[in-house]
């Protein structure tokens, strides 16, 4: 005899089984159903945030720091609505999601309520499943299904509507069992020996690499992969996360979103190698194409849509990267033999004057200069978060403009390490570090971001201290929208900027941090920085601090 039992608890046992651990979440009338049931399933932890876009973004975090399928509830349709920004940073990055939101009733949804919506048809763009429930017996199968989807490569979210009178009602069901897809594939043999032979054949190879190095886990092979031929690597110019390992001989640093810059970077070459993600993605529009012409390219991946994306691939292996390269780079060291072996030597060589290290020891002099500067330079700032910092430290981004130089002076070391912005929807990163810490307890986590960013989703302060995360924001103050007044100065030679500051009023961050249970403090001096922030950074706790900077805008 099948067991009886509410379809909201089956809801909530269905996740758990499926891992899921925490349930974020920002509940209304039609998720009570929900919050009624929680008390029966005290191990799973809910995750309250004050609005749906930091529901939304807080699971996202979570997920991408510790690559686990994650869940999150939002109320109907304004609910889903104000998800939709948070859903699409989710959606671009792959994220395996479950967002489900709270239904009118089957029948009373068709008198079309206050707050009713057609919840499937709004969510259906931006995942890559939207089912509504209506049956209760349908309900493990979905979940199921879902879970099975979203974890899938093209991993990604997707949504689930569930009507009040399903999650009410009571029903003898089975809920059947998990299945993850085992897709860490190898190519054939006769692939492995044809991509060998191309790489080999390439006098000047250039290795590429996104996010998939992360999601599979594929740091060092990819690094011993353009270690062994001798060639520089690059982070593709979306380097939204640890990608390659930056203390590498190979390690070049990101590939600038410029497309005149980013030709410039692979002309000299004749073989460009992507692992694991669009190796061109650009942002802002220019004449110039950053493929130089000619270049020829061959690439591994998952994910169906980033290989030959916008440019047709000599060799495409749709392949796990990790087991791909496993195989691949003895092959390569095999056939190339001695003569491999000398030429890497002498790239490796020849590269140690420009690589990552060689610049950062460059850079790190430059911006020391500043070190005085009043008011604060941004990049002397960065460089402080950045020495301040524990090594076990993960460091969330969303600082845009004055963390340009970010990734040029924090080495990834590990695939959690590290995350930023990846779709330039800002409000992510507070949300997004608060998921991040909640993933990983024992590390502290450093979010930086911009003024103008944090003001998007700045509740997320008060469910850091309601966790008691060791998380520190560091807000940069430049008092405006700095990247929107660089570019209307640059591409229309204005600057006449409207609605692009915010200091008449100012916004007191420290006095919004400490109404909302935050530790807080204001620094104005540049020789204050390092001090304060490693004891912030090594202390327990919720923590915020806001640095005021030159609201130069060059």
């Given at each position: ?60 975090g979570f997920s991408r720091a510790s690559g686990k399928l994650v869940a999150c509830n939002v109320h109907v349709a304004p609910g889903l609505g104000n998800a939709m920004g948070s859903l699409y ?58 879970a099975k989807i979203a974890t899938t490569p093209p991993t990604g979210p997707v949504f689930i509507s569930l009507p009040g009178d399903i999650l009410n009602s009571e029903a003898g069901i089975e ?380």
């Amino acid at each position: 005899m099948k067991n009886r039992i509410t379809g909201r608890s089956a809801f909530l046992a269905l996740l758990k089984d499926e891992g899921v651990t925490h349930l974020f979440g920002n509940p209304g009338t039609t998720e009570l159903p929900i919050m009624h049931a929680l008390k029966d399933h005290p191990d799973l932890t809910y995750v309250m945030a004050m609005q749906e876009s930091l529901v939304v973004a807080m699971a996202d975090g979570f997920s991408r720091a510790s690559g686990k399928l994650v869940a999150c509830n939002v109320h109907v349709a304004p609910g889903l609505g104000n998800a939709m920004g948070s859903l699409y940073n989710a959606s671009f990055t792959g994220t395996p999601l479950i967002l489900t939101a709270g239904q009118q009733e089957q029948g009373h949804g068709l008198t079309e309520p206050v707050l009713y919506g057609p919840l499937v048809q709004m969510a259906t763009p931006l995942v890559k499943w939207a089912v509504e429930v209506t049956r209760l017996e349908d309900l493990p199968r979905i979940v199921r299904r879902a879970a099975k989807i979203a974890t899938t490569p093209p991993t990604g979210p997707v949504f689930i509507s569930l009507p009040g009178d399903i999650l009410n009602s009571e029903a003898g069901i089975e809920l059947g069992r998990s299945t993850r897809i085992d897709t860490r594939v190898r190519p054939s043999e006769d692939s492995l020996k044809a991509l060998a032979a191309r790489i080999l054949k390439a006098e000047r190879p250039v290795v590429v690499v996104g996010d998939e190095i992360v999601k599979s886990d594929a740091l060092r092979e990819a690094a011993d992969l353009a270690e062994t031929l001798g060639c520089p690597a690059w982070q593709s110019p979306t380097p939204f996360g640890s990608h390659f390992l930056s203390e590498s001989p190979s390690f070049m640093g990101a590939i600038a979103r410029l497309q005149k810059v980013a030709r410039d970077v692979l002309a000299p070459h004749d073989l460009l190698i992507a692992l694991g993600g669009d190796p061109l993605r650009m942002s802002v529009y220019s004449e110039v194409d950053p493929l130089p012409d000619g270049l020829s390219i061959v690439q591994v991946g998952l994910v169906d849509s980033d290989l030959a994306r916008n440019y047709g691939a000599e060799i495409a292996v749709k392949a796990d990267v990790k087991e791909t390269l496993r195989a691949l780079v003895p092959a390569l060291r095999e056939a190339g033999g001695g003569a491999l072996e000398t030429r890497a030597k002498q790239g490796l060589a020849a590269l140690s004057t420009k690589n990552w290290a060689a610049k950062r020891k460059a850079l790190v002099e430059q911006i020391s200069k500043a070190s005085q500067t009043s008011p604060i330079d941004p990049d002397w700032l960065a460089l402080q978060v950045v020495e301040a910092m524990p090594d076990n430290a993960i460091l969330v981004d969303e600082g845009l403009t004055s963390s340009r130089q970010i990734i040029a002076l924090r080495a990834h070391r590990d695939r959690y390490g590290y995350h930023a912005l990846a779709s330039g929807g800002i409000g992510w990163g507070l949300p997004a570090a608060v998921g991040v810490s909640l993933a990983n307890p024992q590390r502290p986590v450093v979010c930086y971001s911009g003024d103008g960013s944090s003001m998007y989703s700045i509740q997320s302060l008060w469910t850091a201290a309601n966790h008691k995360l060791p998380l520190t924001f560091v807000i940069v103050n430049n008092g405006g929208y700095r990247i929107i007044k660089q570019r209307l100065l640059a591409f229309h030679g204005d600057d006449h900027y409207v609605g692009m500051d915010f200091i008449d009023p100012p916004v007191d961050f420290t006095g919004v941090a400490r109404s909302l249970g935050l530790e807080a403090i204001r620094i104005t001096d540049p020789q204050e920085l390092k001090g304060v922030m490693k004891s912030a950074f090594s202390r327990p706790g919720a923590k915020l601090i806001e640095v005021v900077v030159s609201n130069s805008v060059n």
